[in-house]
């Protein structure tokens, strides 16, 4: 597949970096509403920049990775679909479900593929726990807490106002992550109620180059969800940019056998650890999946697996496959509505009813995930990355 980049920003690197590490996948192009971020990403990764409107024109080109800001997301994607290509969009899929409707629609007409990211929750460290799952480690999975909490991201995006525009906040911006794994993990969302709050109307940003300026918050910068899926469990999720400390876990499942830590779901790797009923904690061994490898070596974060594009390597093998994606479109449509949901129901004060649902992603086994590398990852070769 050739790939084209719509959206020429922060997180663009990665994807250059990462889509020629997969079997039968290179970037042919790029593009972005302001030129001069589409020729810049040109030049250093040596590819050819061109206007939106030419890179959907462009024939050679057969998918497109939507890595615009949220709020246009479901514009630049029907207008790929339109284009007749498929595409990989980063989350989130839409703003609300009047979008995620549309976007299914276009899908529809085009006869192509939509499939969204996060592609995190088929990391090394996610696919251990759920094979953990899957084989009762824990028994049956009764209840859980997710904690995703900082003091915000004026302090390191170099352009943060649409966190705090629509589209933004914490639940549609670090969300996807959270929801996706605990889809991966437990299924479908049946019902949920939330609970909002916001610590400033207005912050000032203090990473460069834009340090000193002030941005509005339009949104709700804590939310607070309580999450009731369909296999029965209940699961608390707090996303907030409100908090400068805290002592919580990412993610804690308690089953009937005992207990699961699952590291964050923002990344690939991670230490996943077990507690039985005997109380004893054993970290799960790693095994050789390649998804588990680190490639990054990050200043103050140390080593990471960062093999974001992965899902759209996998949505690449499944269109030549004939066979469904992992990160497919019913799954993206029912984690927006989760998150739309909770962003709603805080608002209404009010339980909210899933209408949408989704099968569990299937299982990313090492050998499946290794055949979607041009060579197989092996520890050692991490390079540098400036933290995010
Ligand atoms: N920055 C990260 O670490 C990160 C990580 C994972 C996912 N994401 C997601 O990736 C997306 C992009 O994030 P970012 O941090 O790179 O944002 P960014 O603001 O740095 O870059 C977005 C780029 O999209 C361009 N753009 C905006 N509207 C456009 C349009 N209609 N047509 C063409 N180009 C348009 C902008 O000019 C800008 O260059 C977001 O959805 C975000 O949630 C970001």
Request: glycine share 10%; with cysteine.
């Amino acid at each position: 597949m050739r790939i084209g980049l719509i959206g020429c920003g922060n997180i663009s690197a990665t994807y250059f970096k990462n889509v020629p590490l997969f079997k039968d996948m290179e970037v042919g192009a790029c593009a972005d509403i302001n030129h001069e971020a589409a020729q810049r990403a040109a030049e250093q990764w040596g590819v050819k920049a061109l206007s939106v409107d030419e890179l959907l024109k462009d024939e050679s080109i057969d998918a497109v990775v939507n890595i615009t800001i949220p709020a246009a997301h479901c514009e630049v994607t029907c207008r790929i679909l339109e284009a007749g290509k498929h595409v990989y969009s980063e989350k989130p899929l839409g703003l609300d479900m009047a979008e995620g409707r549309r976007i299914e629609a276009a899908a529809k007409a085009a006869g192509k593929q939509v499939c969204s990211a996060p592609d995190t929750y088929l990391g090394g460290a996610h696919q251990l726990a759920r094979a953990a799952i899957d084989d009762g480690a824990i028994g049956r999975v009764t209840s859980g807490s997710c904690h995703v909490m900082s003091p915000g991201m004026e302090m390191w995006h170099p352009n943060p106002d649409f966190f705090f525009q629509r589209g933004g906040g914490p639940v549609l911006d670090l969300g996807p992550y959270y929801i996706s794994n605990l889809v991966n993990l437990l299924g479908p969302v049946k019902r949920l109620a939330a609970m909002e709050n916001k610590a400033w109307e207005e912050r000032t940003i203090t990473s460069e180059p834009r340090s000193g300026e002030k941005v509005k918050v339009d949104v709700a910068t804590t939310l607070m969800a309580l999450l009731e899926f369909a296999s029965g469990a209940k699961v608390t999720l707090t996303a907030s940019w409100d908090v400068w400390a805290h002592r919580h876990e990412n993610m804690e499942l308690y089953g009937t056998e005992g207990s699961l830590y699952v590291p964050d779901p923002n990344f690939f790797d991670g230490e996943v650890v077990k507690v039985g009923r005997d109380g004893k904690a054993a970290t799960l061994p790693a095994g050789d999946h390649p998804l588990y490898v680190t490639n990054e070596t990050h200043e103050h974060m140390g080593k990471l697996a960062n093999w974001r594009a992965v899902g759209l390597a996998e949505m690449a093998a499944a269109v030549a496959a004939g066979r469904e994606p992992r990160c497919s479109f019913s799954r993206a449509l029912h984690i927006l509505e989760v998150m739309a949901g909770i962003l709603d129901g805080a608002a209404a004060g009010k339980f909210v009813e899933m209408e949408t649902s989704c099968e569990r992603p299937a299982p990313l086994g090492t050998e499946e995930a290794a055949a979607l590398f041009k060579e197989k990852p092996v520890p050692g070769n991490e390079r540098s990355h400036k933290d995010e």
